[in-house]
């Protein structure tokens, strides 16, 4: 189990997002829109649901979890530190010279992290192998992929999805941050998306839908997930870019955008105001 019991995930959910807005802003960094619309997912998931010991960042069979989108790094470099895998004091050198902590999530030197990633559309495919080696295996553990939207535009990842579905990789389960905002445009005017449910269906994989700021849900979600034998599972979290500051939510500008100075004060006054 999680050595985070004590915090509650809603708690730990706005210490994530205080973290990573001082550390982008202080860094010089940008994604914290990204990052926002992940929180309440990442504090679920280290909360409880992620069988890891902080303590033992490599034990055989802790569950290994990856963010393909990895230009949210830093809201997983917060989950990682207020769970106990390394100091607090490290998130306050993220994006700098000389740091362990890059602006895309990397696994060098870092206690919790599986994979380094950053180009997109790569994530998937390495769960989906590390699922299908457990398998043969004959291990228990699982694997949890948390992709973005815009990442499905990339190919790379329907081959691991058709191969986990003809595979029936039951220890795989992969969550869609479904915010519908990428990188400069909603995802429907990209590369439209609809009917996602149905095309993992179609693919074989088990397909579970909540609201991916509502911890309950979540919860239940994961839950659930333990009973589906013989197939992998997707979980598509509708979820609020910028999601806790009113001004970036819903924004394709804080994508890359750095809230310093008056823009700053404002963010950190409202996430600090979360009861």
């Known amino acids: 189990m999680n050595s985070n019991q004590e915090i509650s995930s809603s708690d730990l959910a706005k210490r994530i997002r205080?973290?990573?807005?001082?550390?982008?802003?202080?860094?010089?960094?940008?994604?914290?829109?990204?990052?926002?619309?992940?929180?309440?997912?990442?504090?679920?998931?280290?909360?409880?649901?992620?069988?890891?010991?902080?303590?033992?960042?490599?034990?055989?069979?802790?569950?290994?979890?990856?963010?393909?989108?990895?230009?949210?790094?830093?809201?997983?470099?917060?989950?990682l530190a207020e769970s106990g895998f390394f100091d607090i004091q490290w998130l306050e050198t993220h994006y700098q010279d000389g740091s362990r902590l890059s602006g895309h999530v990397t696994h060098v030197d870092m206690p919790g992290v599986e994979?380094?990633?950053?180009?997109?559309?790569?994530?998937?495919?390495?769960?989906?192998?590390?699922?299908y080696g457990a398998k043969l295996d004959g291990k228990n553990h699982r694997v949890v992929v948390l992709c973005s939207d815009g990442e499905l535009d990339e190919g790379s990842n329907w081959e691991p999805i058709l191969f986990a579905g003809h595979h029936k990789l039951s220890n795989l389960i992969a969550v869609?941050?479904?915010?519908?905002?990428?990188?400069?445009?909603?995802?429907?005017?990209?590369?439209?998306?609809?009917?996602?449910?149905?095309?993992?269906?179609?693919?074989?994989?088990?397909?579970?839908?909540?609201?991916?700021?509502?911890?309950?849900?979540?919860?239940?979600?994961?839950?659930?997930?333990?009973?589906?034998?013989?197939?992998?599972?997707?979980?598509?979290?509708?979820?609020?870019?910028?999601?806790?500051?009113?001004?970036?939510?819903?924004?394709v500008l804080w994508h890359y955008r750095t809230a310093r100075g008056e823009e700053f004060d404002r963010a950190l006054a409202e996430l600090e105001a979360v009861r």
């Open 18 to 79: 205080i973290h990573a807005l001082r550390m982008t802003s202080r860094g010089g960094s940008s994604h914290i829109g990204a990052v926002f619309s992940i929180a309440d997912i990442l504090a679920v998931l280290y909360g409880g649901v992620l069988d890891v010991r902080p303590s033992e960042p490599k034990w055989p069979d802790r569950d290994r979890f990856i963010l393909s989108k990895g230009h949210a790094g830093a809201g997983v470099y917060a989950a």
């Open 115 to 131: 994979l380094s990633t950053g180009s997109l559309g790569h994530g998937l495919g390495v769960g989906c192998g590390m699922a």
């Open 176 to 251: 869609i941050d479904y915010n519908k905002i990428q990188s400069l445009a909603p995802v429907s005017d990209t590369i439209a998306l609809e009917p996602l449910a149905d095309k993992f269906r179609v693919f074989g994989w088990a397909v579970y839908e909540c609201n991916g700021h509502e911890h309950d849900a979540l919860r239940a979600q994961f839950a659930a997930m333990k009973e589906e034998k013989g197939k992998p599972k997707v979980l598509l979290a509708h979820t609020t870019k910028g999601k806790g500051v009113s001004f970036m939510e819903n924004t």
